[in-house]
């Protein structure tokens, strides 16, 4: 079958969690489909077209270059059999590309603009663009893909329009042969890591979503022999790049062993770093599901996560790591709750060391991209018979 498949991120130019999902699914579904990717850039290569915003529109909010980019990834489909668009950014290209073409729309949300109100701080006026966009092309899609249960319920509460025999759980993969312990130090040296102390990591992007200023208070409490590692860069506005790194400042006034990576480092290097870390700390205060957790347990890497959203489908409380409750109208027991439990595991390696070995062979068990896309053509094909 000839599948479109729209996305904002696609190598080298990857930058979240739904821009490495659609990396290895695009990888598995080569050898399954005749797949034809759409991002954002400039240039072409085989199987791969670019699409940049009209020059008409630099300077333009972004809600409205994001538009021009899908309209141009509309115009160039003629031909496909079937898309499937990830995230907003491309997810207006799959819906009209559906009504020009004539073709069935598949649309994989990994997040959901009504629950996220703090990307008006983003996009201002754009955010009502980029929440009418997610709503119509989801309303009108053949099918929905949530990538855990949780986000499932998300959908449907969102968007009750949607026939719920539409929205199917294809959870999110990891490649465990990529992701899997290096026990080499030269990044850890080369960064300036103390080795013979235990440290918390925190891998992200600077954004309300991922809960990194609740992260830096909570780290308050952090024993003074732990070290705190973020790698955390691309903040959304400029006010929450602000209060990083006021809340960042403070914290390396009065301890030590804060240490902030803003640029982002190669995958191999982020392995390492999963790796050896004592503790993967996912403070995010919405997720659907947490693809970073997968790699930091495919790493052997215990992990201390937020209860939201899909991340207790991946992190098993107690057996792969610990889980923190969060209300979003108890941000001080959050914070509490999330030192303790980071303090709790980052001084007991040999609990850790236990969860970590459960966390890999979880990954090994259940969450391979061959099934991940071995699902989702089985989608494909069944809209593709029913359609007919």
């Not at 979240?16 to 991002?39: I, K, M, N, P, W």
């Not at 009504?114 to 006026?125: D, I, T």
Request: charged share 25%; net charge negative.
């Amino acid at each position: 079958m000839k599948v479109g498949l729209l996305t904002r991120e696609y190598p080298p130019d990857v930058y979240g969690g739904a821009g490495v999902h659609v990396e290895f699914l695009a990888r598995e579904l080569r050898s399954l489909t005749d797949l034809d990717v759409h991002c954002w850039g400039e240039g072409t290569s085989d199987g791969l077209v670019r699409h940049r915003a009209w020059p008409a529109l630099d300077g333009a909010n972004d809600a409205l270059r994001t538009f021009s980019v899908d309209l141009s990834m509309a115009a160039a489909l003629a031909g496909r059999e079937l898309l499937h668009s990830h995230t907003w950014y491309a997810a207006l290209a799959g819906h009209v590309g559906k009504l020009l073409h004539g073709i069935p729309h598949v649309m994989t949300s990994h997040s959901l603009e009504p629950l996220r109100p703090w990307k008006a701080e983003q996009l201002g006026g754009g955010y009502a663009l980029s929440s009418w966009a997610e709503r119509t092309a989801a309303e009108a899609a053949d099918a929905v893909i949530a990538v855990s249960g949780a986000m499932r319920e998300d959908i449907l509460a969102c968007y009750p329009a949607i026939d719920p025999a539409k929205v199917h759980v294809v959870h999110n993969g990891i490649d465990a042969e990529l992701y899997r312990p290096d026990p080499a130090t030269d990044v850890l040296e080369r960064l300036g890591i103390d080795l013979g102390r235990p440290y918390v990591l925190f891998v992200g992007r600077i954004t309300r979503q991922k809960g990194v200023p609740q992260l830096l208070r909570a780290a308050r409490q952090l024993d003074r022999d732990v070290q705190l590692v973020l790698c955390a860069g691309a903040p959304d506005t400029k006010e929450i790049d602000d209060e990083f790194r006021t809340l960042f400042e403070e914290l390396s006034r009065n301890r030590a062993g804060v240490q902030w990576i803003p640029e982002m480092l190669p995958r191999p290097q982020i392995i390492q770093l999963l790796t050896h870390a004592a503790v993967f700390v996912c403070p995010s205060v919405y997720e659907p599901l947490g693809i970073v957790n997968l790699e930091a347990m495919a790493c052997g890497t215990a992990v201390v996560a937020s209860r939201v959203g899909g991340i207790p489908e991946v992190v098993s409380d107690g057996t792969t790591g610990l889980l923190v409750p969060y209300r979003e109208s108890a941000p001080a027991d959050f914070e509490h709750d999330l030192g303790l439990l980071l303090n709790r595991l980052a001084t007991d390696p040999e609990r850790a060391g236990a969860m970590g070995k459960a966390g890999r062979h979880r990954v090994l068990r259940e969450f391979g991209w061959g099934t991940v896309a071995r699902r989702t053509v089985e989608l494909y094909e069944e809209i593709l018979h029913a359609d007919r």
